[in-house]
């Protein structure tokens, strides 16, 4: 157990890397409060160490998130015991993150406000990709990828929810495969 100096090392260690992180990149502390989902006055008081840097395990992987770091180089960090899986549709938006070397808290500014924080937690793998084409779509969109790259994306997302809630795949394929025909038609002809 650490006594309480080492703790408020720790704590001014953490602080400090955070506090760098937004003078460096520029960022308002009300922007980062957003995109992590806190309070602005909670974000000064964690710079300012007033308070003991986060000890929660999802408010120091939005912190990571947005600073494109992996939350163990925070000590406050607690490994949860069930590992965070990165489906294959999220890796796809983390790999096309970083072929388009985007920081992250970049690629947040291009999002309305009260988006950040729902796009950090997909990109910890805390939430799926969106359902929801339009959305999806604005996601691809300020990655520059391809509509029909997208659709894919969302088609993946739409098989892995039906196979979820008992849908038999093979035994529907005609349907499902008439569906995706539609959708897919649809979607391209707009674009």
Known sequence: MKNNKERSIINLKSSEKLQNFLEKNNIHKKD?????GVTLSYVYNLIDNTIPF?????????I????????EEFDEYKIPQEPILIDENTQFLKDKLKEKSLPTH???KSF?????V???DILRGAKPIPLDWKELFMIGSVLNIKVEEIYELWENRLLNLFEAVGLN????QA?????FNCARNYILKKS
């Open 169 to 172: 795949i093979k035994n529907n």
């Open 64 to 71: 990571a998130c947005v600073m494109d770091i992996e939350p």
């Open 118 to 120: 729902e796009i950090v």
């Open 54 to 62: 986060s000890s929660r395990s999802t408010t120091i992987e939005r």
């Open 32 to 36: 980062f409060a957003e995109m992590i």
């Open 112 to 116: 309305p406000r009260k988006k950040r």
């Open 175 to 179: 349907l499902v495969d008439s569906m």
């Open 106 to 108: 970049q690629f947040l």
